[in-house]
């Protein structure tokens, strides 16, 4: 281990994901256990440009790693953008004797990190929080299982009312680029049609197969949108077509939004932001910088940022012939 890293910052940027805190106590934690200190940083990047710190050690991280959201807060920040930002960043850092700093956030986060390296040859580590799933070089992002449970739960319950009532529902989930949280959601709730960014099902095929599961004895059907399908400009412009065109469904439209970043982050989750904090303060203590964490086939991997923000998720194809058998 390196003994020149005494002291390393840890701070939450871009949208929150459950599990996040569990990252924060497993850096304050893991410093602990090799005698370093640990500074938490308010509100990501702003709050290094505006010296918001917070000391951190094992008993101020208790009671976090069953909390969803970040106890640090988080926030986007325009001024972090610039050289003149990142400076007066890099200013509050070297004041407080910070050394190194881990970054929990997705690719815009990891940009940051990886251009304030470059600038201040910065020792930087990142750790995937985002419950897209969306980020290259780890199998799960943490936020994603817990975001996924927490659609299938809703979903199960709108099933509930579109069997009583023979009603059409399309249900529409995060997921701006990448259909990870639709196709899985899709699936492990039984709807009769997934539609996601990777796959262009088209309009006259949507209503095809909603008009095959209405012969073949469906009196209700559940079809889960992501949010950046491209099949539609929206989801309700997606209802009132469907409305048009099949009169057999009394269609309707729940649009989950944000209450599938919150809550109480899965036992995966909590595991997985362990695993991941203790690797990233390992890796900084061995002299290891600008890479991001990741998982893959159950084992902690690092990626270098640069191919962490450049590089694309890859739907699972299997997933998507499964869903295919499904829907019959």
Partial sequence: MSSKIKKIAVLTSGGDAPGMNAAIRAVARSCAYYNIECVGVYRGYEGMMEGDFISLNARSVKGIINKGGTILKSARSKEFRTKEGRKKAHTNLVKEGIDAFVVIGGDGSFTGALLFNKEFNFPVM???????????????????????????????????????????????????????IALNVGIGAGAEEI?????????????????????????????????GDKIGKNVFELKDYIDENLEEYETRVSVLGHMQRGGSPSCFDRVLASRMGVKAVECILEGTSNYMVGLMSDKIVITPLKEAIKGKSKINNELIRVSDIMSV
Avoid: Q, W
């Avoid at 996601?196 to 073949?216: V, Y």
């Fill in 126 to 180: 990142g750790i995937p929080g985002t419950i897209d799933n969306d980020i290259f070089g780890t199998s799960h992002t943490l936020g994603y299982d817990t975001a996924l449970n927490t659609a299938v739960d809703v979903i199960d319950k709108i099933r509930d009312t579109a069997s009583s009532h023979n009603r059409l529902f399309f249900v529409e989930v995060m997921g701006r680029d990448v259909g990870h």
């Fill in 195 to 227: 539609l996601i960014p990777e796959e262009d099902l088209g309009l006259d095929r949507l209503l095809e197969s909603l008009r095959r599961s209405k012969k073949s004895g469906k009196t209700s059907s559940i079809v889960v949108v992501a949010e």
